[in-house]
């Protein structure tokens, strides 16, 4: 095999939460292949930038997003992936609010915009592939890690936290079981403060202790929610 053909490529799946809706965020192509069609963000690696300045880039480039963060996931590389040869995708994910940015096209995106995860539109390239294995990834790292924390406000209800998880699990919790568990691992502080509600009895605010979670962490406790519906 001549090594000299294969090219490398970075992707980005973002994933945005806000008020129970999970979304992702998608790039209409301006140029051949799949010209008009949908895709992730992302591009072809320049010789003088690491992998995760390249994806950071094109992300901003094709959307107006910048994450300072984002992970590893995945790398792609069947031989027909691309049609326009042999194109290695090395992917990556990150979770945001989508309010807290202003997206724009750019470069050689057409359009820019995000797209519940439950109602896509069809994706170019093996980008379908490469969102299902992110969000099996998400979901994951969401029942062993408490990740979904800084989706919310600083200062939350519990159904706002139990809503953010079930949106994100794809799953209807069992309530009582749930609250059970997050409470079980002293990582929130009651406030003493109530969300003000039109109706219905106020409800008590929480805080995410982070400082009391890397501790618990070092301890050797672990996050693990695998059993919330049990």
Not at 58 to 81: A, C, D, H, M, S
Not at 91 to 102: C, E, N, Q, S, V
Not at 189 to 217: C, I, M
């Amino acid at each position: 095999m001549d090594m000299t053909n294969i090219k490398l490529t970075v992707d980005a799946v973002v994933f945005g939460y806000e008020d129970g809706l999970v979304s992702v965020l998608l790039v209409k192509r301006k140029y051949e292949p799949y010209q008009g069609a949908w895709a992730l963000p992302g591009g072809f690696v320049k010789s003088e930038e690491s992998l995760e300045s390249a994806v950071q880039r094109e992300l901003q480039e094709e959307t107006g997003v910048k994450i300072n963060y984002l992970e590893q996931l995945y790398t792609f590389g069947e031989p027909t992936r691309d049609p326009r040869g042999r194109v290695v995708s090395v992917a990556y994910f990150g979770l945001i609010r989508p309010d807290a940015f202003r997206i724009a096209a750019d470069t050689d995106a057409e359009e820019v915009q995000w797209f519940d995860i439950n109602d896509l539109p069809n994706i170019a390239f093996d980008h379908a592939k490469v969102l299902l294995t992110a969000i099996s990834r998400l979901q994951g790292k969401m029942i062993y890690e408490p990740i979904g924390f800084e989706l919310l406000d600083q200062k939350f209800s519990f159904s706002d936290l139990e809503k953010l998880y079930s949106s994100l699990l794809g799953v209807e919790l069992d309530r009582r079981n749930f609250r059970k568990k997050i409470q079980s691992f002293g990582i929130l502080d009651e406030l003493n403060e109530t969300a003000s509600k039109s109706t219905g009895r106020p409800a008590k605010l929480f805080q995410f202790n982070q400082k009391r979670y890397f501790e618990l962490k070092k301890e050797g406790i672990l996050f693990d929610i695998k059993s919330i519906n049990k």
